[in-house]
């Protein structure tokens, strides 16, 4: 069974943490990640695109010149889609891009997200992280003990917790987020992961209830 290094905020080592991926998911499928990042991406897509087509470009619809006798090809309106200044051929609409995977295979997709990095090493265990009041300077200085600077890094608690939040969000490519809003991408996008022991504990606890649901 491995077992995680526990940290203090000095990133000094205080602990143990024994751990069986197979407590998060029975293993892990690239494919299920896949799918479920697209999903993700694809509902963040705002669909507002649109153009004109040929009936909405301005321009006479007077023929441009007669149909024989000429030597061109015959034409008839200047808002044509293969003239300058006409419409599209194929306009672009606005569209909902968004669409939902059933419930259970993306509960599983995140178990699965946070033990790829487990199994990647791209995790550290921290004993707690709270602060009195927001506190960047503090924030980074932890960041630092951990060598957790230099790269995008999410850091996830057990709950929501607003001094955390406000201490670390002034800091480059560092995102906050409570276990319950953890999800596949979130947990995938980021180089490292910084979890507290309580967020592992109440995560792990979540999976088996989702596991058994």
Do not use: C
């Not at 479920?36 to 441009?64: D, I």
């Not at 061109?72 to 609409?93: E, L």
């Not at 200085?141 to 957790?148: D, P, T």
């Amino acid at each position: 069974m491995p077992s995680l290094t526990v940290y203090d905020r000095s990133g000094k080592e205080v602990g143990k943490y024994d751990l069986d991926l197979a407590d998060l998911a029975p293993r892990i499928s690239k494919q299920l990640l896949h799918d479920a990042v697209v999903m993700y991406q694809s509902n963040l897509r705002l669909g507002t695109a649109r153009t004109k087509s040929r009936a909405e470009v301005a321009g006479s619809t007077k023929k441009m010149y007669r149909q024989k006798g000429t030597g061109n090809a015959r034409a008839g309106s200047r808002r044509s889609g293969i003239r300058r200044g006409g419409g599209h051929i194929f306009a672009k609409r606005p569209r909902d891009w968004s669409y939902r995977m059933p419930r259970k295979a993306v509960q599983l997709a995140t178990r699965m997200a946070l033990a790829s990095k487990i199994r990647d090493k791209q995790i550290v265990l921290i004993d707690e992280l709270k602060f009195d009041a927001p506190k960047t300077k503090d924030m980074a200085a932890i960041l630092k003990a951990l060598q957790l600077t230099g790269g995008s890094l999410l850091v996830a608690t057990a709950e929501l917790d607003a001094n955390v939040y406000k201490s670390a969000r002034n800091i480059d490519r560092v995102t906050v987020s409570p276990i319950s809003d953890l999800n596949a991408l979130n947990v995938l996008a980021p180089n490292r992961v910084l979890i507290t022991k309580a967020a592992l504990d109440a995560f792990r606890s979540r999976g088996r209830k989702q596991a058994t649901a």
